[in-house]
């Protein structure tokens, strides 16, 4: 077992590094399991520790040398990642984009065209540990595992997994093999140049307890960073930097080092703010688990019948690491935690959660950090996530369906997607099936059509120029305004119903018989449906069903344009 010591990721690192020393030393992938207060590795066939071949470690310690500069000297025979010659590959990379863009001579490639010049997906990781001053120690206990002396690393090795095994601290365990460990802030965030003292005169990293410290859990974090951190650089100047770290819930070692952590790093290679990286990088994993799960068809690496993605990946620890000029510190330590909605019990119900992933990544994508409405709006969006609260992405429905027509009112270049009818209604009532009845109510669905008519359809009518009714821009403003209380959002909707038949019934009037196609007409409110809406009202939260009716007036039907629903 591994305790959760600091809170961030580098428990989960230390986790999935001694599943990669128990992977060399047996040969079997172990299970990481979250077992609350601490990680379980689980291995399938038990093993004696007296009868593990622990030499194995000294030509292959589970992590790689990070070779940082062209002229350093690695350890003999040593599996090593060369950052100098990725970095090569970056700028020459960059300056073949740059000319293509400019139509100028493309420089000529290497050997082997564009192919030769792709760069690791391991580099953004190594190149920021690097910037964080973080491999030094790294390479320094990598050198010192290779030159030490046999039996005294096998029974301090033995030694550590035997208390690890009894649930004792193993910083705590003295040993024949000793290394002074440099405890960094790449590889454990909670430590760094801010530790105090009683009297503020020399208050250094080595001036930490041994339990930060420890040589061997500083080893598991080295080797298990590559299996499930990734780092990029973040902000306008690329300054700042953000670690990502997958967080096991109860998954093989395997499946996350070769399946589901390459899938991550593709998706944090994209440009993302620091917020979107967040958002993202979870949805996408979430997706990843659902789509590599074989009820979709093809190989199953996991099993998921009967559980969600958050049952295998809890979540995401994130470190945001502030640009101080010379330095960076630690100004932001989280945790997002993967959607956990309803199970995957079936391929129905798998590929209903590939469509909501993939709108929420679609909408929730196209927002941008840099604008404080948007902004607003991903952080909602983030906390739906983290808190599986779905008064969260109700206020989170209600506060992007002002944000579609606010755009498209301004005629905002960028897509702005709606979300689907079919899509929140799956989601909402899988996480509350006490809602199911508001959302099924004839009143609610012809009130919520209403609104959809008078906002978002007649701006798509009106981008066509073919606009013949008001659009109603303040409607789901004041909808959100009101919605908290009932006697105002009940005055709010009834103004509107009134509002809306008594523009109907003006078009009726003025077509008399006369049967114009051209003319959309729209079904009005009946009194019968408002009359069902106050019921609702006076059964359920106002505000829940004032952010319902926001949502499903602002969504679209599937597989329906705006004009063929405007005909009905």
Not at 87 to 108: C, D
Not at 454 to 478: G, N, P
Request: proline share 5%; hydrophobic share 40%.
């Amino acid at each position: 077992m591994v305790s959760k010591k600091t809170g961030t990721y580098a428990d989960c690192t230390a986790a999935c590094g001694l599943g990669v020393l128990l992977r060399v030393l047996t040969g079997q992938s172990p299970v990481i399991r979250d077992a609350g207060s601490h990680y379980a590795v689980e291995l399938s066939r038990p093993v004696e520790l007296d009868q593990l071949d622990y030499g194995r470690l000294q030509s292959t310690p589970g992590y790689k040398y990070v070779k940082t500069s062209e002229t350093e000297s690695l350890p003999q025979g040593a599996d090593f990642f060369d950052l100098p010659a990725e970095a090569k590959k970056v700028a020459a990379w960059q300056a073949h984009q740059k000319a293509r863009k400019a139509k100028a001579k493309v420089p000529q490639a290497t050997e082997g065209g564009e192919a030769a010049l792709e760069v690791d997906p391991e580099y953004p990781l190594y190149r920021q540990l690097g910037l964080l001053q973080a491999l030094g120690s790294h390479n320094a206990l990598f050198a010192a595992i290779r030159t030490a002396d046999r039996n005294a690393l096998a029974e301090s090795v033995r030694l550590k997994l035997e208390a690890m095994a009894m649930g004792r601290d193993p910083a705590r365990e003295q040993t024949p093999f000793e290394f002074k460990a440099r405890p960094v802030q790449g590889f454990n965030p909670v430590v760094g140049k801010g530790v105090n003292r009683l009297k503020p005169d020399k208050a250094l990293v080595e001036n930490l307890d041994e339990k930060y410290a420890d040589w061997f859990e500083e080893w598991l974090r080295y080797a298990g960073t590559p299996v499930v951190a990734t780092a990029r650089a973040i902000g306008k100047e690329k300054k700042d930097v953000k670690f990502l770290a997958l967080a096991p819930a109860n998954i093989r070692l395997a499946a996350v080092r070769e399946v589901l952590r390459p899938a991550f790093v593709s998706v944090s290679g994209r440009v993302w703010s620091s917020s979107q990286l967040d958002v993202q990088g979870c949805l996408e994993v979430a997706k990843c688990l659902v789509q590599r799960s074989g009820l979709l068809g093809g190989d199953s690496e996991w099993t998921l019948a009967g559980y969600t993605p958050r049952d295998l990946v809890s979540g995401l620890y994130t470190t945001y690491f502030k640009s101080l000029g010379q330095g960076k510190a630690v100004t932001n330590l989280s945790f997002i935690g993967l959607p956990g909605w309803f199970p995957v019990t079936d391929p129905e119900s798998a590929r209903a959660w590939v469509d909501i992933l993939e709108e929420h990544i679609s909408v929730v994508g196209e927002l941008r950090e840099d604008r404080s409405e948007e902004y607003s709006l991903i952080v909602s969006y983030r906390d739906f996530l983290s808190g599986h609260d779905l008064k969260r992405f109700l206020e989170f429905a209600a506060g992007y369906a002002s944000f579609v027509q606010s755009s498209r009112a301004r005629r905002d270049k960028r897509p702005v997607r709606q979300m689907t009818v079919g899509n929140i209604r799956k989601l909402v009532v899988s996480m509350e099936k006490v809602y199911a009845p508001i959302l099924d109510n004839a009143g609610f669905r012809g009130i919520a059509r209403a609104v959809r008519l008078s906002t978002v359809t007649e701006q798509y009518h009106a981008s066509k120029q073919d606009q013949q009714y008001e659009i109603r821009y303040s409607l789901f403003h004041d909808l959100r305004r009101a919605a908290r209380f009932k006697e105002r959002l009940l005055q709010a909707v009834a103004d509107f119903v009134a509002s809306y038949n008594a523009e109907n019934a003006r078009v009726q009037e003025r077509l008399g018989d006369r049967k114009d196609p051209r003319v959309r007409l729209r079904p009005r409110v009946t009194t019968e449906e408002l009359e069902q809406f106050v019921r609702l009202v006076d059964e359920y939260n106002c505000e829940t069903v004032g952010f319902l009716l926001i949502a499903y007036g602002s969504a679209r039907e599937p597989q329906e344009s705006p004009g063929a629903e405007a005909r009905e």
